[in-house]
């Protein structure tokens, strides 16, 4: 969502400004920031930092925190950290042009941190489709912004806002706009895509819209992250076995295998109803790969929930999992619960999720050996320039060697020859489409 936003006030400076990798040539420096997590978020200050010496070397340097720690912290930011311009929320960055103009007449710090319930981001239309002008064949688009779900742990609804949805006209024109430009797959992004469209009239639901997308020409893959699973439909499992379109991955984030936590971070469900979504999922999609977000060490979290957690693991079999130590968030309730765990102990627990995740991840990815597998070539591969890459439908990435190089944004048949811990390698068949 970060690199989509960024994208964004890419488009609504292009006009101004040019890209550079260079900070020493740089007129403006923007720090687009995450605080979903405390350690990201302390990363901003030490990212900061690094260009105090180049402000004092360059007085007429702008330099701009936005996103989530800009809506988090808001004046305190210019407090701490005096030679910041701009702080600009999540809403903020939208402004991003006229807030410049006001800025270079009256020189003086800005903070924009409204959230406006009613706020629909603007339809932009790439010019170019990466910061730097490469041909891209994968792209983000926003279908939604904010969470109305309040997750004891989680900042999003505070920084984010409560959940909008964006017309569908804007979505499908976006859209169309990307495969002119060469674009075959697209990943849809909201903090709960299964409510999409819930609270505005007239709007598609969710798997209405992937039908809609999906009739788009020249698309060939759609994805969309991420799902919250009290939410997570009959219809959209039928939509995802039905429609081709659709690639066969799901990330649907479990957080914890135990009731009494899931209870404690206001989930809305149990982990036996998560268990039977994945049972309808697996058993109309039987190839279905499913991904997860996990937090260890939330307050009160014992060892025998821990042991649920790695229960619900062997359970679902993941091909991956996103996992987190807990640590407190501004503004959420959990920051105020009791029997806090202590870090070793999250660590430690840290590390045996780790563990037991990587031995079913190598199991499901040495089944991939000697099957052939359709994949949207992204590119050469990045450590081996004289290979290419690109993922399977069900997210994996694949890199493999090809008598051809030129064909980044096709469609083609490997055959996996080898499993590694994050990838697969193969050996290249034939184009399908190009």
Known sequence: MNEN???????????????????ENADLILINTCSVREKPEHKVYSEVGRYKELKRKK???????????????????????????????????YFIRDILKEFQQKRKPIVF??????????????????LFDQKKVTAFVTIMQGCDNFCTYCIVPYVRGREISRPPKDILREIEE?????VREVTLLGQNVNSYGLKERN?????????????????????????????????????????????????LPLQAGS???LKKMNRKYTKEEYLEKVEKLKKAVPDIAITSDIIVGFP??????????????????????????????PFTAAKNLKDKVPEEEKEKRLKKLHEEQQKITQEIYNSYIDKVVEILVEGPSPKNPNMLTGRTTTNVVVNFKSPRLDIKGALVNVKITEAGKHSLKGEYLEILKI
């Open 5 to 23: 936003d960024t994208e964004k006030m890419y488009i609504l400076l292009s006009n101004e400004y040019e890209p550079t990798s260079n900070p």
């Open 59 to 93: 007085p007429d340097l702008i330099i701009g925190i936005t996103g989530c720690v800009a809506q988090q912290e808001g004046e305190n930011l210019i407090k701490r950290l005096p030679y910041v311009d701009l702080v600009l929320g999540t809403q903020g960055f």
């Open 113 to 130: 941190v409204e959230l406006k319930p009613d706020f629909k981001p603007p339809l932009l239309i790439r010019e170019n489709l990466t």
């Open 178 to 182: 990307l495969v002119k430009k060469g």
């Open 203 to 251: 709007y598609p639901t969710f798997p209405e819209l992937l039908n809609m997308v999906s009739q788009i020409d020249g698309l060939w893959r759609i994805r969309f992250t991420t799902n919250h699973p009290k939410d997570f439909s009959d219809k959209l499992i039928e939509t995802i076995a039905t429609n081709p379109k659709l690639c066969k991955h799901i990330h």
């Open 259 to 261: 009731n009494k936590i």
């Open 300 to 329: 009160e979290e014992t060892e025998k929930d821990f042991e649920e957690t790695l229960d619900m693991l062997k359970k679902v079999r993941y091909h991956e999992i996103f996992s987190f130590k807990y640590s407190d968030r």
